[in-house]
T-cell receptor
């Protein structure tokens, strides 16, 4: 079956450094991917998305890279701040009205 | 800006009881999604509705049912509750299909089954 997963369960970075969170997906037919940030006790918050016809998309301090050849997705956060500490999920849209989440990566930002 | 509203925020029920969660989507959003998130787990897709019709179904137990009403709000009904149903239940909304349309999540409803 389809699945979306993350390579690392936790990531610890120094404040000001760049963070890279990775994600692997298995459904090669998926054409829409989203990164969410979830703070403790809150709902997932949209960060950035990318469609399969692109390999890179940039937002404010965040960049998503998509490598369809190896079915890999990454989220890069520039100049990581304490407020970036959260769990990050990649999600895959399988078409229509269903978005599947992968296992999250907890990001710790050390001051 | 208005967000997705969920109620109640916290709910405690006993085993075998019934619970109902409500979701009010962002105004003018016609699609509602329900997710279940256990402690330390990723959100699991349960079910979605578009224009008051079920549009997609995930790992929703047969003991659960949901619907979307004419005002686009949605309710998730859970019967014969089990301890394993204890989780955070999220509702989300979007306009139309989720591809290319941002899904906005509510703050969730905490269900504890004792």
């Amino acid at each position: 079956g389809e699945s979306v997963g993350l390579h690392l369960p936790t990531l610890s970075v120094q404040e000001g450094d760049n963070s890279i969170i990775n994600c692997a997906y298995s459904n090669s037919a998926s054409d829409y991917f989203i990164w969410y940030k979830q703070e403790s006790g809150k709902g997932p918050q949209f960060i950035i998305d990318i469609r399969s016809n692109m390999d890179k998309r940039q937002g404010q301090r965040v960049t998503v890279l998509l490598n369809k050849t190896v079915k890999h997705l990454s989220l890069q956060i520039a100049a990581t701040q304490p407020g970036d500490s959260a769990v990050y999920f990649c999600a895959e849209n399988t078409g229509g009205f269903k978005t599947i989440f992968g296992a999250g990566t907890r990001l710790f930002v050390k001051a | 800006a208005a967000g997705v509203i969920q109620s109640p925020r916290h709910l405690i029920k006993e085993k075998r009881e019934t619970a109902t969660l409500k979701c009010y989507p962002i105004p003018r959003h016609d699609t509602v999604y329900w997710y279940q998130q256990g402690p330390g787990q990723d959100p699991q897709f349960l079910i979605s509705f578009y224009e008051k019709m079920q549009s997609d179904k995930g790992s929703i137990p047969d003991r659960f049912s949901a619907q979307q009403f004419s005002d686009y709000h949605s309710e998730l009904n859970m019967s014969s509750l089990e301890l394993g149903d204890s989780a955070l239940y999220f509702c989300a909304s979007s306009t139309g299909q989720s591809i290319g349309n941002t899904i906005y999540f509510g703050e969730g409803s905490w269900l504890t089954v004792v």
